[in-house]
């Protein structure tokens, strides 16, 4: 991925400011800038490389206005939302013995990590997850007056942003000609959304990826997003063995 990035700014006379790298971790995005600067013997400052959430966040802090956010927004690590959740299990009289303030935090991240607001579930007929909905619906209530975002909502924020702002979306569709992703199998619903929104029927998307290294299923990764990328871009599939 590194070296494709160099060699469309070197050979094919991309843009710095037209490539958005993105991988897992702020680990791999430091050496992935740092093979790149290496690469084309540049500084990496006006490149666009960094984890997902990293991206969503540097997007929601140059558009907080069109995101619906305040200026000032502050992120909840897992710790600050776990908190937050005992709270508001708290003020609602439920016994954290049965809503176990874990589950109902990973119940919330996990819908956000697909995609889906409180409004888009279904209770389907079971209390249990009828509560479930209507916690988050609160949640998420109390998030938006405090101004904070926890780490799916960064993504989803951003996601939705770019999905209900036409001349935004359209900016950056124009501005990133090549988006280039790292280690896809472990890519989760919202984030292949992100993806596949960004590039549109016009963009240039390259990933790299291994369906047998999946390490991510716990927190939602989903390694068919491999054979979805083919499917939906009609992809050249290029192995390394």
Same mark, same amino acid.
């Given at each position: 991925?590194?070296?494709?990035?160099?060699?469309?700014?070197?050979?094919? !006379?991309?843009?710095?400011?037209?490539?958005?790298?993105?991988?897992?971790?702020?680990?791999?995005?430091?050496?992935?800038? !740092?093979? *790149?600067?290496?690469?084309?013997?540049?500084?990496?400052?006006?490149?666009? *490389? !960094?984890?997902?959430?990293?991206?969503?966040?540097?997007?929601?802090?140059?558009?907080?206005?069109?995101?619906?956010?305040?200026?000032?927004?502050?992120?909840?690590?897992?710790?600050?939302?776990?908190?937050?959740v005992r709270k508001l299990l708290k003020e609602q009289g439920l016994d954290e013995q049965r809503w176990v303030p874990r589950e109902v935090q990973g119940f919330i991240n996990r819908e956000k990590d697909e995609g889906r607001r409180a409004k888009h579930l279904e209770a389907r007929g079971d209390a249990t997850r009828r509560e479930l909905i209507r916690l988050y619906t609160l949640y998420q209530r109390r998030c938006d007056q405090l101004g904070v975002l926890d780490f799916a909502e960064l993504l989803l924020r951003s996601l939705e942003a770019l999905r209900d702002q036409p001349q935004l979306l359209a900016h950056y569709r124009q501005r990133f000609a090549h988006v280039l992703v790292d280690e896809f199998q472990d890519t989760n619903g919202v984030q292949y959304q992100w993806v596949r929104l960004l590039c549109g029927e016009t963009g240039r998307p390259f990933v790299v990826g291994d369906d047998d290294q999946s390490i991510y299923g716990w927190r939602g990764a989903r390694v068919e997003n491999m054979q979805h990328f083919r499917r939906d871009f009609g992809a050249t599939v290029y192995k390394l063995e």
């Open positions: 991925l590194t070296h494709r990035a160099a060699w469309l700014i070197h050979e094919c !006379g991309a843009s710095p400011q037209g490539l958005l790298a993105v991988t897992f971790t702020n680990k791999a995005a430091a050496e992935m800038r !740092g093979r *790149i600067e290496t690469l084309l013997g540049l500084p990496g400052g006006a490149l666009w *490389i !960094g984890t997902f959430h990293g991206i969503a966040h540097r997007l929601l802090r140059r558009h907080w206005r069109e995101a619906g956010l305040p200026q000032n927004f502050q992120i909840l690590d897992d710790d600050d939302q776990h908190r937050l």
